[in-house]
């Protein structure tokens, strides 16, 4: 048994390239079948738990949404022996109740992203396998996320669907009111098809979404890196609170069955 056995993942988006309050025990360079994760594992404890954190767009951030080695990050985690990840994402707000700054943990995905590594069941295959996905984001792991912040006071919304896109520009506003139809409440450009491959080793995954800007033309202005950087300044802390707060509760979470 490793460190790592039993930690829970945390992949730090744009905002949390590093985890401030974790006490680090090491880093360690993973290689994959499918390639390098995006940085080193920073392997430590949060508030008592274990926890292995990746930073999803390198340290310093360097790797755009669409290059994001996706399979890499989430099997070396899972080598890691990780079995429950949260992902940290930033994200622009459709929602009316969701402007920058809010925290979401949503509870759907609608997948607008192509040409991206999706899968790892493809290849030389000794059989087609096809997980289910109707949740994409673990029941479990979302009510102790939001039981946690709500015992500690950090406000949060706690459903919400997440329209990944491609990225990396942002969108249209033609394209956010085409979302807003579908059903999208946030939009994002990493949270696929990173939820699905944890999904495909049977890991259990919860987005933590902090809302960054307001989606192309829901604000009276264009998106700019200041208000973005604003909103990150503000929201961050309560997104550090409720990964630390919730550490204790997600630690106690079983393993999933394997998928077969
Ligand atoms: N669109 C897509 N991805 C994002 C946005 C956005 O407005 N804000 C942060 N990530």
Redesign the pocket.
Known sequence: MSETDGAIGIIGG?GLTTLSGLEIAGTRTIETPWGAPSSELTEGRLDGQRVAFLSRHGNPHKIP?HEVNYRANIKALYDAGVRTVIGV????GIHPDMGPASVVIPDQIIDYTWGRAGTFFEGNLDKVTHIDFTWPYDKNARDLLMQAATAHDVAFTGFGVYGA?Q?PR??TAAEIRRMERDGCDL???TGMPEAALAAELGMRYVCLGLV??W??GKSDHI?TMEE?EAAIEQGMSGVRKILEVSMTGLGTLTALPQPS
């Open positions: 744009t949404p994402n930033a994200v622009g896109t990225g942002l969108e939009v994002g450009m960054v800007n989606a192309a998106i973005i």
